[in-house]
């Protein structure tokens, strides 16, 4: 089976930085992705990793260690529209996704 | 399409009753997912079609859930004698890569089981 650990929610200022972690067990690997949710809207696609260590896009990186079963979003110069749920994603076998109940970030002035 | 699309936006049924949810996935995407989400909840996986194998049906809640497809387009997910426990946002998302199975989504069918 799968397992997806990740904070319920978080709550960051306008302006700065914030790491949104993600722990998973899975029986098998094919990739972890970090989808975004806007309240009322469809996950839009952030990030995929499949080999360990960073991917930066912008504002926003994503970190990998297989060996740890860990990864972490990096989110900078945080902004309002910021604030949304992070879901972390594992692909296991047969392509099949296991969501994380997502983490609910708030960005404050 | 521009994008998935999902029909009903919206849909209010009786419990008891019967609903189809349409799914038109991104042209060309081999793969089509169907998720259903609860109010303040995680995605929970339903049913995964990838071209003509056989679908992956192992989310499926109850044999009162069933899902087609026709070939590499259209999908229905059928929910019949519908519970108020049906109640959440089915969310269908297609991939056209799957060594990368980044997915898009539609904006889903928000189903209400009075």
């Known amino acids: 089976g799968q397992n997806i650990d990740q904070p319920t929610e978080m709550t960051a200022t306008e302006g700065a930085i914030v790491q949104i972690n993600c722990t998973y067990q899975t029986s098998g690997f094919n990739g972890l992705f970090w989808y975004q949710q806007h309240a009322g809207e469809a996950p839009t696609f952030l990030s995929y990793?499949?080999?360990?260590g960073l991917e930066e896009k912008g504002r926003f990186s994503s970190f990998l260690s297989r060996s740890k079963g860990y990864s972490y979003l990096l989110l900078k110069e945080l902004q309002m529209k910021d604030s949304a749920s992070y879901l972390c994603v594992v692909t296991g076998g047969g392509n099949k996704l296991t969501f994380g109940t997502g983490t609910q970030l708030k960005v404050e002035l | 399409g521009a994008g998935v699309s999902q029909s009903p936006s919206n849909k209010v049924t009786e419990k008891g009753k019967d609903v189809e949810l349409r799914c038109d996935p991104i042209?060309?995407?081999?793969?089509l997912y169907w998720y259903r989400q609860r109010l303040g909840q995680g995605l929970e996986f339903l049913i995964y079609?990838?071209?003509?194998?056989?679908?992956?049906k192992s989310g499926l809640p109850s044999d009162r859930f069933s899902a087609e497809r026709t070939g590499e387009s259209v999908s229905t997910l059928t929910i019949q004698r519908t519970q108020q426990e049906d109640s959440a946002v089915y969310l269908c998302?297609?991939?056209?890569?799957?060594?990368?199975?980044?997915?898009?989504f539609g904006a889903g069918t928000r189903l209400s089981v009075l």
């Open positions: 990793n499949v080999l360990d």
């Open positions: 042209s060309g995407h081999t793969a």
């Open positions: 998302a297609s991939s056209p890569d799957r060594v990368v199975n980044i997915q898009y």
């Open positions: 079609f990838q071209g003509n194998s056989a679908p992956d």
